[in-house]
């Protein structure tokens, strides 16, 4: 699987941000996905997770109630809208798919908020 995340950019704080991930490749709809996130100087977070068949969601702590994932299957696509973003929310996002024992990782697409 190859995955390609889009939809990055600059928001001020309190804006929304609908970030993309395409997925080529076979079996796209049998693989759990997710989003992380990775900013300067600290470990890369889970944002974010949707299990194959997108009828069960997980969100990390500081984003409950203010991001939504999603995915379709039909268009190999999954998304992460981020609303009320805050400064805090600025970091390199990265898709994942994940299938035991497979894990795979999309480049990354820079989000910046400002204050």
């Known amino acids: 699987v190859q995955l390609q995340a889009s939809g990055g950019g600059l928001v001020q704080a309190g804006g929304s941000l609908r970030l993309s991930c395409a997925a080529s490749g076979r079996s796209f709809s049998s693989y759990d996905m997710g989003w992380f996130r990775q900013a300067p100087g600290k470990e890369r977070e889970f944002v974010a997770s949707?299990?194959?068949?997108?009828?069960?969601?997980y969100y990390g702590d500081s984003v409950e109630g203010r991001f939504t994932i999603s995915r379709d299957n039909v268009k190999n696509l999954v998304y992460l809208q981020m609303n009320s973003l805050e400064p805090e929310d600025a970091a390199v996002y990265y898709c994942?798919?994940?299938?035991?024992?497979?894990?795979?990782w999309g480049q990354g697409t820079q989000v910046t908020v400002s204050s």
């Open positions: 994942q798919a994940r299938s035991y024992p497979y894990v795979y």
């Open positions: 949707i299990i194959w068949s997108g009828i069960r969601t």
